[in-house]
């Protein structure tokens, strides 16, 4: 794998006097899914504008990455396009019709919406749409998908099933995933390595990193240890195993 | 507003009302509540159609109103639309034009009746020059909420895409406020309609306003309601014209959230 596909070197961002972003450096290997996590307004999704580009750094670098894409909360799609419509939008660079087509229903086959294809976007459910806004990010010769917070906007068992869906679809097409949330489980469930920002202005404040291959269950006790880790990360938890020992020594004592 | 889960016999009950009503003024009529000079019964009111039809002033009247309102709607579109746009996105033209525009949004176009004929004398243009000062403003202010309301999220979408500069124009910000543009256009479409009465009774020599207005003057009760049920008529057509508007596929979105 190589271990620095996308690379951020002390990236910054001010918006005036206010630090969002500390100086971050990360590296991120083709192929990986990195999910970020940490309390809301920490500039988590600050850090993903600059990843697309939407908002440029105060300082520091961005290199590498190939072209990357965006997969919004919710709504990102065109209201007054079909399913197919919306999909064309990522296969725009390509100039033969048949061959968009093509990729088109290849595309809606693999998001498993056959039959919807002329339908409006308020005609499907968030679950659908979701799955047609992963597709148009998927088209054409994306290599990084940014997701910020694609699923915060679904009930809780369709969150489930759309983990599940977009792990499958990653196992189909491969791609390197920067997933932004405030979700704990969903970070915990799909990435290779999470990473926690802290408070404002956003430093790394601590790495996880799980060895157990993709797709995992929900209840994986390496899922469940690593939501663990980060809820202590977020002072959220106390750390069990330092309890006991404090436990132990009162005992003693 | 949707007639379409409710059972045929519903469907019905506004003609039974309609029915009803006719009765009712027949009935009146016939008691001589008030006197038949001012107070013309159905049948007088169909006789004076059937004269209108066969004499051709209904056919030209009907012609000469249509044309004005057509004219002053189409070109307060034209121009209120582009206006509209470059405005939403262009704070300072906005922050400088909008209470001018809210002025005269607020100032009944009755007001220029005067002036309208002080200018452009009596026929068409005075007609036309009001119809466009009712229905232009809003034209204009409605399309400016739409456009600042495009949710942000289309253009960061369409910036992903690569769209841009004409396209995005076509492709985003264009469908983006049509559903809301569309509204404005029926809801002004019939202040059009309104309009052009008030202009033709008083600086028309034909058109249903003034064929109202003459009737008056010729103690023609009937004639006059003639002119009523036949504005009444077409304005409902205007709009069921118009409501085919947002039956178009790509705007629905807009109405069924």
Same mark, same amino acid.
């Given at each position: ?142 290599? =990084?998908?940014? $997701?910020? #917070?694609?699923?915060?906007? @679904?009930?809780?068992?369709? %969150? +489930? *099933?759309?983990? &599940? ?28 390595? =999470?990473?926690? $920002?802290? #408070?404002?202005?956003?430093? @790394?404040?601590?790495?996880? %990193? +799980? *060895?157990?291959? &993709? ?31 404090? $436990? ?6 | ?257």
């Amino acid at each position: 794998m190589d271990e620095s596909f996308l690379r951020l070197e002390n990236v910054t961002r001010n918006f005036g006097a206010i630090e969002v972003l500390a100086p971050l450096t990360l590296n991120i290997a083709r192929g990986e899914f990195l999910a970020v996590v940490g309390p809301s307004g920490c500039g988590k999704t600050t850090l993903l504008n600059l990843l697309s580009g939407f908002d440029q750094p105060t300082a520091g670098k961005i290199s590498g990455g190939g072209r990357r894409r965006m997969v919004y909360q919710q709504d990102g799609l065109f209201p007054w396009l079909t399913v197919t419509g919306n999909i064309n939008l990522g296969l725009r660079h390509l100039k033969d019709d048949a061959e968009r087509k093509r990729q088109a229903k290849e595309l809606i086959a693999l998001i498993g919406l056959e039959g919807f294809e002329e339908h409006y976007p308020h005609k499907l459910s968030g679950g659908m749409r979701q799955r047609v806004e992963i597709a148009r990010a998927l088209a054409g010769e994306t290599d =990084v998908l940014l $997701l910020d #917070e694609p699923f915060s906007a @679904l009930d809780y068992l369709t %969150r +489930l *099933r759309m983990r &599940r869906e977009l792990a499958r679809l990653l196992h189909e097409r491969p791609k390197t995933v920067i997933l932004v949330t405030h979700d704990i489980e969903e970070a915990a469930q799909l990435a290779d390595r =999470v990473i926690v $920002l802290s #408070e404002r202005p956003a430093h @790394l404040q601590c790495e996880l %990193r +799980l *060895r157990e291959p &993709r797709p995992r269950d929900l209840t994986h006790p390496e899922v469940v240890e690593a939501v663990h880790q980060i809820l202590i990360e977020l002072g959220l938890e106390k750390d069990s195993k330092l309890t006991a020992a404090r $436990l132990n020594t009162g005992a003693l004592a | 507003m949707s007639l379409e889960n409710v059972s045929p016999k519903a469907r019905l009950l506004p003609v039974v009302v309609v029915l009803t009503g006719i009765a009712i003024w027949a009935l009146l009529a016939r008691l001589q509540v008030f006197p038949e000079s001012v107070f013309p019964s159905p049948f007088a009111v169909a006789r004076g159609f059937g004269e209108e039809v066969r004499s051709g002033r209904m056919y030209n009247d009907l012609v000469a109103s249509l044309f004005r309102v057509t004219m002053g709607f189409a070109l307060a579109t034209v121009l209120g639309i582009p206006l509209g746009l470059w405005l939403g996105r262009g704070a300072r033209a906005r922050v400088a034009l909008l209470p001018a525009i809210n002025f005269f949004r607020n100032l009944s176009p009755l007001a220029w009746i005067p002036f309208a004929i002080l200018w452009f004398g009596i026929g068409d243009k005075p007609a036309i020059f009001l119809i466009f000062m009712a229905s232009f403003f809003p034209i204009v202010l409605a399309t400016i909420s739409a456009v600042a309301s495009i949710p942000q999220v289309y253009f960061r979408v369409a910036r992903d895409y690569g769209i841009t500069g004409y396209e995005l124009f076509m492709q985003v910000t264009l469908p983006a406020i049509a559903p809301q543009v569309i509204t404005t256009l029926r809801v002004t479409a019939g202040l059009s309609w309104l309009v052009v009465v008030a202009a033709e009774m008083i600086a028309g020599r034909d058109g249903l306003g003034f064929a109202i207005w003459d009737a008056r003057n010729g103690l023609r009760m009937d004639l006059l309601v003639v002119g009523m049920i036949v504005i009444g008529i077409i304005g409902i057509i205007i709009d069921r014209l118009l409501v085919q508007l947002t039956r178009i596929e790509s705007v629905r979105w807009g109405y069924e959230r």
